[in-house]
C-alpha cells in the first residue's frame, strides 16, 4: 500500500482557516524584518505575507538595506518593540555576513512577548515545564506537531526518532513530543550507525539539512517520516530523506517541498494570534 502523502499545504489552510475568526476580533500586525536580498529569504518572506492575507492580518515588511549597522538593526528592532500596534515580529535570517554572528544578540533584545519566532531563552525555556506552556514555540517545531495532528497520528506511547539538534528544530521538537508523552532519541553527526536507530523509530523526524540522508534501509515498515530537510540540488528542491526507497516503507511521509514549509508558516501565523491574545490579557 503507498504511503500516504501528509500534504503541508492542506493542514496548513485548515489551521490558517481556524485562525480567521480570532484575527477579526484581535486585529494583530506581524512586521518582518528582512536585511538585504537574499532571494531565498524573499520568497520566505512572501509565503508569509500571503498567509497574512488568506486569514485577514496585518502585515508590514522592513526591508533594510545589505550594509546596515548592527547599531541601526538594533534600534529597529528597539522601536518594534515599544511599537504597541505590532503584536510580533521577526528578523528574518540568514543575515549578511557581517551581522550573522550578531543573530543571539538580536534574539534577546527581541520582547518575549513579541517573540514569534519562538527563538528566545523566555519561550523555549518555559516549554519545558509542560505543554501548556508552549505559548510561542518556534514555528518548525510547532507546523510539526499541528501537522501530526492534523493527520490524527498518535504520538503518546510511541518511539521517535529525531535526527538533528538544532535550536530551531531538533531540541524544541523533542521537547515537545517529549510533553505528549513519546519516547525521544535524538540522533547527530556524532552518533554511532544511525540505521540502527532510525530503523526502530515509529515516527522518523530528520532536520540536518543533508540530501538523500536516510534511504529506504534506515527505516522499518510502516514508519511515518517527517522530513524538515530542504536541499537544492540539480533535480530541484529535495528533502533529508531518498524519497524514492522511504516512501515504499513508510505509512505516510511529508512531501519536499509542500509538506513541513506551509506549515512552519503557519505556525508563526499562529503564533502571531496567540501573542495578540496574550497582550490583550496582559499575560507573559
Excluded: W
Excluded at 12 to 30: E, G, N, S, W
Excluded at 59 to 65: G, Y
Excluded at 157 to 171: A, E, F, I, Y
Amino acid at each position: 500500500m503507498p504511503a500516504t502523502l501528509l500534504s503541508g499545504r492542506e493542514a496548513a489552510d485548515a489551521l490558517l482557516a481556524t485562525l480567521k475568526p480570532k484575527v477579526k476580533k484581535l486585529d494583530p500586525k506581524l512586521v518582518v524584518v528582512q536585511v538585504g536580498d537574499d532571494p531565498a529569504s524573499a520568497s520566505y518572506i512572501k509565503q508569509k505575507f500571503k498567509s497574512c492575507e488568506a486569514v485577514g492580518m496585518r502585515s508590514e515588511h522592513r526591508h533594510l538595506k545589505e550594509d546596515v549597522s548592527l547599531e541601526e538593526l538594533m534600534k529597529t528592532v528597539e522601536e518594534l518593540n515599544t511599537n504597541p500596534d505590532v503584536t510580533g515580529f521577526i528578523v528574518q535570517v540568514p543575515l549578511p555576513a557581517h551581522l550573522q554572528s550578531h543573530v543571539p544578540q538580536i534574539v534577546r533584545a527581541t520582547d518575549p512577548r513579541k517573540d514569534v519566532d519562538g527563538f528566545g531563552a523566555y519561550n523555549l525555556g518555559k516549554m519545558f515545564l509542560s505543554q501548556e506552556f508552549e505559548h510561542l514555540p518556534p514555528a518548525t517545531p510547532g507546523g510539526i506537531i499541528a501537522l501530526l495532528e492534523h493527520y490524527k497520528i498518535g504520538i503518546e506511547g510511541k518511539h521517535v526518532v529525531v535526527v538533528g539538534r538544532s535550536n530551531t528544530v531538533g531540541k524544541p521538537i523533542a521537547v515537545m513530543l517529549l510533553n505528549r508523552n513519546a519516547t525521544v532519541t535524538v540522533c547527530h553527526r556524532h552518533t554511532k550507525d544511525l540505521g540502527a536507530i532510525t530503523r526502530q523509530a515509529d515516527i522518523l523526524i530528520v532536520a540536518v539539512g543533508k540530501a538523500g540522508l536516510i534511504t529506504g534501509d534506515m527505516v522499518k515498515e510502516g514508519v511515518v517520516v517527517i522530513d524538515v530537510g530542504m536541499n537544492k540540488t540539480e533535480k530541484g528542491l529535495v528533502g533529508d530523506c531518498d524519497f524514492d526507497s522511504v516512501s515504499k516503507k513508510a505509512s505516510a511521509i511529508t512531501p519536499v517541498p509542500g509538506g513541513v514549509g506551509p506549515m512552519t508558516v503557519a505556525s508563526l501565523i499562529r503564533n502571531c494570534v496567540r501573542a495578540a491574545e496574550r497582550m490583550k490579557s496582559a499575560m507573559l
